[in-house]
């Protein structure tokens, strides 16, 4: 168990530290970190792009995802 919380504790003392260095401490005064703002939009698409993989089959029963190469059966030969 020794070896797997090593890394986290470091990476742990790596966040504290750059905390350290931003220099303003009231934490009502400071913006969000763009980093921050990237993270949080990675692991939307993420969650969405779950989501739509997890319901892909109520999704298409729905109508709201169709086949990528799908055509007009109007277009279609007998």
């Given amino acids: 168990m020794q070896g797997r919380t090593r ?3 470091q990476m742990l003392a790596r966040l504290r530290a750059l ?3 931003d220099g ?3 934490p009502d005064s400071r913006d969000a970190s763009p980093f921050l703002i ?5 692991l939307a698409l993420l969650l969405a792009m779950l989501e739509v993989d997890l319901n892909h089959a109520a999704l ?14 109007i277009f279609k030969s007998p």
């Avoid at 990237?38 to 990675?42: E, G, P």
């Avoid at 729905?62 to 059966?73: E, H, I, R």
Wanted: avoid cysteine; charge should be negative.
């Fill in 60 to 73: 298409q029963s729905l109508g709201l995802m169709g086949n990528a190469f799908s055509a007009d059966p």
């Fill in 24 to 26: 303003s401490q009231d």
């Fill in 7 to 9: 890394p986290f504790l």
């Fill in 19 to 21: 905390r350290a260095l």
């Fill in 38 to 42: 990237l993270i949080a939009v990675v």
